[in-house]
C-alpha cells in the first residue's frame, strides 16, 4: 500500500517491542470460528497470535507464551475465564486481560473487571472495535515503545482521537454516533486504500452480523454529511471497489 506524504501522519506506528520484535496476543474462546476471524484481525496488525479453547490450555500457552496481552472469553468449557486471568496472575505476570462478556451478563463485566481484568467488550463484538481496545491497553504497557502511544489517527486534516473518541476536521468538532466512529476508523487506518464493502462488514460490523452491503453504503452517506459537507470532499466511491478516504486536494 502507497501512502501519500501530503495525509500528513496517515496510519498509526504499529506497536511493538522496544527491541522492535512483534506484540504478542493470546486468543482463549471455545468458538473456532470466532478465534480464526480475531486470528486474522491481529495479525493483519503485525501481532504474533496464539489461540487455547479451554482454561487449562490458556494457562500451559500463557506460560510458554507470555503474551503482552490476552482475549479472554469468561465462559469455557472446563473452568471460567476468571480463574484463568487468576492462574496467570498467579505467576506474576501483569499481563492486561480483555474479556469477552456475554450481550446481556452485567455480571459477568463486573466480575471480570473487579478481578483485575483490564477492559471488557461483550458479544457480539467488531472486530475494529476489539483491535482498537486491544491497541488501546498495549499503548500503556512499559513494554512498547513511547512514541507509539499517540492515539490520534490523522489524515490531512481530519483527527480521530481513539482515546476520547473525538473526532475534528480542521479543529472544528464532529460529532459521530458509535458505529460511524468505527466506520471512519477503520478507513483512517487505511488511507488511500480502496476497501469493499464486505470488507468493511468484516471489520466493522457485528461478526454475527446478518444485514446486507447497503447498510454501509447507508452509513458512509452519514459520514459524507457529517465530514465532508461544505469542505472539500475526503470520503471516495471507487466504483465497483468500494471506498477509500485521503486528505483533500
Given at each position: 500500500?502507497?501512502?501519500?506524504?501530503?495525509?500528513?501522519?496517515?496510519?498509526?506506528?504499529?506497536?511493538?517491542?522496544?527491541?522492535?520484535?512483534?506484540?504478542?496476543?493470546?486468543?482463549?474462546?471455545?468458538?473456532?470460528?470466532?478465534?480464526?476471524?480475531?486470528?486474522?484481525?491481529?495479525?493483519?496488525?503485525?501481532?504474533?497470535?496464539?489461540?487455547?479453547?479451554?482454561?487449562?490450555q490458556a494457562v500451559t500457552v500463557a506460560r510458554d507464551f507470555k503474551p503482552d496481552a490476552v482475549v479472554l472469553d469468561i465462559m469455557l468449557p472446563d473452568?471460567?475465564?476468571?480463574?484463568?486471568?487468576?492462574?496467570?496472575?498467579?505467576?506474576?505476570?501483569?499481563?492486561?486481560?480483555?474479556?469477552?462478556?456475554?450481550?446481556?451478563?452485567?455480571?459477568?463485566?463486573?466480575?471480570?473487571?473487579?478481578?483485575?481484568?483490564?477492559?471488557?467488550?461483550?458479544?457480539?463484538?467488531?472486530?475494529?472495535?476489539?483491535?482498537?481496545?486491544?491497541?488501546?491497553?498495549?499503548?500503556?504497557?512499559?513494554?512498547?515503545?513511547?512514541?507509539?502511544?499517540d492515539p490520534r489517527i490523522v489524515v490531512g486534516d481530519l483527527v480521530l482521537d481513539e482515546d476520547s473518541y473525538e473526532v475534528t476536521r480542521g479543529g472544528?468538532?464532529?460529532?459521530?454516533?458509535?458505529?460511524?466512529?468505527?466506520?471512519?476508523?477503520?478507513?483512517?487506518?487505511?488511507?488511500?486504500?480502496?476497501?469493499?464493502?464486505?470488507?468493511?462488514?468484516?471489520?466493522?460490523?457485528?461478526?454475527?452480523?446478518?444485514?446486507?452491503?447497503?447498510?454501509?453504503?447507508?452509513?458512509?452517506?452519514?459520514?459524507?454529511?457529517?465530514?465532508?459537507?461544505?469542505?472539500?470532499?475526503?470520503?471516495?466511491?471507487?466504483?465497483?471497489?468500494?471506498?477509500?478516504?485521503?486528505?483533500?486536494?
Open positions: 500500500m502507497s501512502i501519500d506524504l501530503s495525509d500528513s501522519r496517515t496510519a498509526q506506528a504499529p506497536l511493538h517491542h522496544a527491541d522492535g520484535s512483534p506484540i504478542r496476543v493470546l486468543v482463549v474462546d471455545d468458538e473456532n470460528t470466532l478465534t480464526d476471524l480475531l486470528q486474522m484481525a491481529l495479525r493483519y496488525e503485525g501481532w504474533e497470535v496464539k489461540s487455547a479453547s479451554t482454561g487449562h473452568f471460567d475465564g476468571l480463574q484463568v486471568m487468576r492462574r496467570i496472575r498467579e505467576t506474576g505476570s501483569e499481563t492486561p486481560v480483555l474479556f469477552l462478556t456475554a450481550k446481556d451478563s452485567l455480571d459477568d463485566r463486573i466480575a471480570g473487571l473487579t478481578a483485575g481484568g483490564d477492559d471488557y467488550v461483550t458479544k457480539p463484538f467488531s472486530l475494529e472495535e476489539l483491535v482498537a481496545r486491544l491497541r488501546s491497553l498495549l499503548r500503556r504497557s512499559r513494554a512498547l515503545i513511547a512514541d507509539t502511544s472544528e468538532q464532529i460529532s459521530l454516533t458509535a458505529t460511524e466512529f468505527e466506520l471512519l476508523r477503520y478507513l483512517m487506518r487505511n488511507p488511500r486504500r480502496v476497501l469493499s464493502k464486505a470488507q468493511i462488514l468484516d471489520r466493522v460490523w457485528s461478526y454475527d452480523f446478518g444485514g446486507t452491503s447497503s447498510v454501509v453504503e447507508l452509513y458512509i452517506s452519514y459520514l459524507r454529511k457529517k465530514i465532508d459537507a461544505g469542505r472539500k470532499p475526503m470520503i471516495h466511491t471507487v466504483r465497483g471497489a468500494g471506498y477509500m478516504v485521503k486528505a483533500a486536494e
